[in-house]
């Protein structure tokens, strides 16, 4: 994965006034090649920590999106629900008032 760039930018005509927003973020799980080599000079050990720490990151990646979509899930399945019972209660209510108006 390399660095991921978001902007934002907000302008208006008259007095000119903008806003912009932007972020710039590195998301690899692992540092460059240059700076391990700098760390494992420090401490021999540091490349097995970095693995681990980096199975760790992407575990947790996993598991968040995993949650994200079970979220969307059930708000899907609470939105469809909500919508049957509306559909039913608007049958019945037609229903009941064809029944008034019939007798």
Request: glycine fraction near 6%.
């Amino acid at each position: 994965m390399a660095k991921q760039h978001r902007r934002a930018q907000i302008s208006r005509s008259k007095n000119h006034q903008g806003h912009i927003v932007e972020e710039v973020f590195d998301d690899n799980l692992l540092p460059d090649a240059t700076e391990i080599k700098k760390l494992s000079e420090l401490d021999p050990d540091i490349i097995q920590w970095l693995k681990k720490r980096a199975e760790k990151e992407q575990d947790f990646r996993h598991n968040s999106y995993t949650n994200r979509v079970k979220l969307v899930s059930k708000t899907e399945r609470g939105l469809r629900w909500i919508n049957y019972f509306g559909l039913f209660f608007s049958f019945l209510l037609l229903g009941g008032g064809i029944f008034y108006l019939i007798h």
